[in-house]
C-alpha cells in the first residue's frame, strides 16, 4: 500500500474544514493528511487546532503555489511515497482517492488526476468554455489531451513531489503539467464527482477567472514552450 499524504490547502476555510477533515478520517482512515493554513483572516487556524488536525499554519498568504510547496516538502521529507492535492473546501470527495492511487501504482503514473470529464461529457457555460480552451492549447502543444486541466483533485508521486517541493517554477496549475507532459511525465485521469462549494473564499473569485483562463493559455502556448525540458525518468 503507497503511503499518502493529503495536502489540504486551505484559505479562509472555517465554516468547510471540519467536515472536510472528518469526511477524509472516516472515508480514508489509512491515509495522513496535513491542513496547511495560507494565513487565513478566519478561525480557520483555531478550528483545526481546537479539534486536535494536524495543521502547517502559515503566518501569511502564499497562495496556492506556495501552500502546495510546503505541503510537498513536508511528504518529500518525511519519506510519503505519494501526495495527494485535497481542497479544503468540500468539493472534493474522498472515496475517490483510493481508485487514483490504485491507477498510479498500475499505470506507473507520474500524476493522477481526479477528473469530472474522464467519462463525461463537459457541459455548455461560460467556465466550461476557458476549460476547454486550455485543454485544447494542452493538446496542441503536446499531442496529449487532458479532459480536466484544471481539476485541483492531483496526485503525485514522489518525484514529481520532489520537484514541486524543490524546484522553481513549478506550481499546481495546467501550463506545469503540460510542460512535465512535454518533458515525458506520465499523467493519467481518474472519473471523479465534485460537489458545489457552500462556504469559503476560492483563491480563483468570478472576477478573476477569465484573467486565469488567458494567462494559462499564454503560459502554455508561449512560455511552457520555450522552457528548457529536463528529464523525469
Known sequence: ??????????????????????????????????????GSRDETAAVCRKNGYHLLDLPVNVGLAGVMQAGFRYAYDNGYDCALQFDGDGQHQPQYIEGMCRRMEECGADIVIGSRFAQKKKPNSLRMAGSRLIQDMIRITTGKTIKDPTSGMRLFNRAMMERFAYTMNYGPEPDTISYLLRCGSRVEEVQVEMRERET??????????????????????????????????
Not at 25 to 35: A, E, F, K
Not at 203 to 215: I, S
Not at 218 to 226: D, E, H, R, T, Y
Open 1 to 38: 500500500m503507497l503511503k499518502v499524504l493529503i495536502i489540504i490547502p486551505a484559505y479562509n476555510e472555517a465554516g468547510s474544514i471540519q467536515k472536510v477533515v472528518e469526511g477524509l478520517s472516516r472515508v480514508c482512515p489509512g491515509y495522513n493528511y496535513l491542513v496547511v493554513n495560507d
Open 200 to 233: 469559503g473564499e476560492s483563491y480563483l473569485n468570478a472576477g478573476r477567472a477569465v484573467q486565469y483562463m488567458l494567462q494559462m493559455c499564454l503560459s502554455i502556448v508561449v512560455i511552457q514552450a520555450f522552457r528548457r525540458r529536463e528529464g523525469m525518468r
